[in-house]
């Protein structure tokens, strides 16, 4: 299974559970960061999987723009799955859910949606990880790999 893990960070969390789920995934699975994506590489995958930080409710300008490179169809028969880092359920009612948004966006040039979109904590602006948050990155890693089986 070809699978790219494209990511934001600002402060290096969102980073940990990209790798974090990289690292469970394994095989050919490159985590790479959004400015160091070839759209092209989109063509050749089975599974993408898309990760920001929360800002404002919505993904970062650069997934943002990630996101909008995408060419309409060019997700047809790729797996997608989106996730994020936030501060609290408390912010994510108020402001609304990144992960969310990266799926509808995913979904919206014909990726399938394996698992739900699901969001990591970080204990402030700048982190660290809510303990235990990597290794539920991982649980969530190898769900994907289960509903790829
Ligand atoms: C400008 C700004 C806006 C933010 N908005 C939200 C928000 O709407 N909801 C939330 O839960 N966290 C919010 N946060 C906290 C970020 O989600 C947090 O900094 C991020 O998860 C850290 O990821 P990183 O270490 O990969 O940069 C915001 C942080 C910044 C700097």
Redesign the pocket.
Same mark, same amino acid.
């Given at each position: 299974m070809k699978t790219l893990i494209v #990511?934001?960070?600002? #402060?290096?969390?969102?980073? =940990?559970?990209a790798n974090s789920i990289g690292d469970t995934i394994g095989g050919d699975t490159r985590v790479v960061r959004t400015g160091d994506v070839n759209i092209s590489e989109l063509e050749s995958i089975d599974l993408l999987i898309v990760g920001?930080?929360? #800002?404002?409710?919505?993904p970062?300008p650069l997934v943002q723009d990630f996101l909008s490179g995408i060419s309409e169809s060019s997700l047809k028969d790729t797996s997608i799955a989106a996730f994020?880092?936030? &501060?609290?359920a =408390?912010?994510?009612k108020?402001?609304?859910n990144?992960a969310k948004k990266i799926d509808k966006s995913l979904k919206s040039k014909g990726g399938i949606s394996i698992m739900p979109p699901e969001?990591? &904590?970080?204990k402030?602006? =700048?982190?660290s &990880?809510v303990e235990g948050e990597e290794e539920r990155a991982a649980v969530w890693a190898r769900d994907i790999i289960s509903s790829k089986m």
């Open positions: #990511y934001d960070s600002v #402060y290096g969390n969102t980073e =940990k559970i920001s930080p929360t #800002y404002g409710g919505s970062t994020d880092t936030r &501060l609290s =408390k912010f994510f108020i402001f609304g990144a969001g990591f &904590l970080v402030g602006t =700048k982190g &990880l």
